[in-house]
């Protein structure tokens, strides 16, 4: 059974850092591409950022680029995404999931996204 457990959420002040991590297990994690999306309150899901199988293909939605860094662990089994410079629009429940198709694609398999982490920017 595919589980993704998001963790590292939490409330923050305009301009501050946040690390997210995505333990995975239930399957090949290091032969995957990976992907976080997000949905803010009363929104649909955003892409966010994705990952190849050995971390050195990423792509980022332009609304982050610059700002969030996407990385694994493949020993760990752990997805992360490190953000920084956050702003109030970042404010989301971020998911990770197994993405389709290279790490350039932006769509994911919905069933196998995880349970999410709430971030809040705000002062």
């Known amino acids: 059974e595919v589980q993704l457990v998001e963790s590292g959420g939490g409330l923050v002040q305009p301009g501050g850092s946040l690390r997210l991590s995505c333990a995975a297990s239930?399957?090949?994690?290091?032969?995957?591409?990976m992907t976080w999306v997000r949905q803010a309150p009363g929104k649909g899901i955003e892409w966010v950022s994705s990952i190849s199988p050995n971390g050195l293909g990423t792509s980022y939605a332009d609304s982050v680029k610059g700002r969030f860094t996407i990385s694994r662990d493949n020993a760990k089994n752990t997805l992360f995404l490190q953000m920084n410079s956050l702003k109030p629009e970042d404010t989301a429940a971020y998911f990770c999931?197994?993405?389709?198709?290279?790490?350039?694609?932006?769509?994911?398999?919905?069933?196998?996204r995880g349970q999410g982490t709430q971030v809040t920017v705000s002062s």
């Open positions: 239930g399957f090949t994690f290091r032969t995957s591409t």
């Open positions: 999931a197994r993405a389709i198709g290279a790490y350039s694609s932006t769509t994911y398999d919905r069933a196998s």
